[in-house]
């Protein structure tokens, strides 16, 4: 079971699984218990088994994310904040959709906040704002008659 190799190596649990839906969700939302002729579903596993204390299932073709929180043994379904994002308070961040542009693709993408609803930049997104940033001194510098090439 792919799921819970942390667990098995690493003997961390995580905080949060995220499942990306495949198909239509079923398999994703499934809360069948194991048994001699079948295999536990997903939703079964992530909550009985494992106990992650938040699971996540982002539905690609709707754009769609729905999280669960597990309290008192069971996952309860979450309600985003009045930006439509779901805070996750140990963690600090909230996680949403946000339509915009990543890898030349405009697309709703699943993505994190912190809690002052700022969008967490990805690491390409930190070195394209540091390059320019970069740029704009440079340009400063070279108004000031300083080459800065040359420092």
Known sequence: MRRSYVLWKEF??????IEFVSGNGDEERDRTPPAEDNKPGKFWVYEQALRIP??????????????YELKANRYQRCEPNQRGH????PMGVELG???GRYGN??????????SQANLLLTGDERAEQEKQRAERLATKLRELGIDPDEV
């Not at 961390?12 to 699984?17: F, G, K, N």
């Open 54 to 67: 938040f699971y996540a299932i982002y539905e690609v073709e709707k754009p769609a994310v729905e999280l």
């Open 86 to 89: 779901y805070p996750i308070p």
């Open 12 to 17: 961390v649990a995580p905080l949060i699984a």
């Open 97 to 99: 959709i946000w339509q």
């Open 105 to 114: 693709q405009l697309l709703p993408w699943l993505r994190w906040w912190d």
